[in-house]
């Protein structure tokens, strides 16, 4: 059985998916009674894969909201609760969505194996981090030809690159995709320089500095919504992947020539029937959905009970591989440009 642990966008969605759900209660409460919420089981589903295998899995709302995010130990205490409850529910394989993977490493929760009378078993949980890596480099390598960029003479500047998602990037770029330059963004120079170091090349550069240069842009840092570019610094054209999260790069950026992809989403073969990809915000939420929570099916179907991505910094060229050739078998794809909307002119 898999699990996929996710939360709402806002507060606002999750009031109006808790009207939805006919949790009244909680719906008319105030952040402070959200704050207070349990974890909910929501909804079990039956799924089919291409070749035939079939899972049951569930989705469990952590009643985690973005706004709780700076209040540290409520979101610590929603990230902990679910996975509580994952595993009480007796889910082999589960996913930590949107935020909670974030959470749970830069809020240290290894530290929290023990809630109340369960013991936590990291075994049963997956960040989801490798196949959503795998996936922004394939969305990368398929849909820069579409829109005119040549990868093999591309310059791919990587925002957030010594994440757990955006190294593991950084090194598929560098070995596996053939692509001219590579420039790496982050605040912090430290874990820059040792990632090129690893990596045996590749450029440090300021946001601003790296833009004017990059055909391809894989942005896979949350962005503050406070922060100002400049779209005539973009080369055009130019293919964005917006593979943070919330996604809201086409907020920022519109321009002829400027092309924005919804990074780390995949799409399944055929409906699935369920109702949890709704608020997701998927064009097509009866197929589409976060490459993490595809990671647990995909782990599901192949009988693979391991946490199969977990802490910082571990995403091989070999699990990027195995997670995608199951991927592809299982009846995923990656999200395409062709299916966006025709950017705006400025
Ligand atoms: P990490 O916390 O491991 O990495 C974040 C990276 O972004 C670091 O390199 C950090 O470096 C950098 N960063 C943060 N803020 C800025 C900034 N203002 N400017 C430049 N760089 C910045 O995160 P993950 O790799 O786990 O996740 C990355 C993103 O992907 C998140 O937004 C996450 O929500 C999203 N995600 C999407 C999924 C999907 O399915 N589509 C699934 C899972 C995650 P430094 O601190 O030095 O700046």
Known sequence: MFGLIGHSTSFEDAKKKASLLGFDHIADGD?????????????????????????EGSYIDSCFVPEMLSRFKTARRKVLNAMELAQKKGINITALGGFTSIIFENFNLLQHKQIRNTSLDWERFTTGNTHTAWVICRQLELNAPKVGIDIKSATVAVVGATGDIGSA???????????????????????LLALQQELGGGSIKTLDNALPHADIIVWVASMPKTMEINVHNIKTPCLMIDGGYPKNL??????????????????????????????????????????????????????????????????????????????EKHGFSTIGIDKQKKPLAV
């Open 31 to 55: 952040l402070d009674v959200w704050c207070m919420a349990p974890p909910q089981l929501v909804e079990n589903v039956v799924v089919k894969s291409a070749v035939g295998i079939t899972i």
């Open 169 to 191: 990037v950084c090194r598929w770029l560098t070995n596996k995709s053939g692509i001219r330059e590579l420039i790496m963004v982050a605040r912090q120079q430290e874990p």
């Open 250 to 327: 086409d907020e920022k950026f519109q321009g002829n020539d400027i092309h924005i992809l919804k990074g780390g989403i995949v799409k399944f073969f055929k409906d699935i029937g369920w109702n949890m990809m709704e608020l997701a915000e998927m064009d097509n939420p009866q197929r589409e959905m976060f490459a993490c929570f595809a990671e647990a099916m995909i782990l599901e179907f192949e009988n693979c009970h391991t946490n199969f991505s977990w802490g910082r910094n571990n995403i091989t060229l070999e699990k990027m591989e195995f997670i995608g050739a199951a991927s």
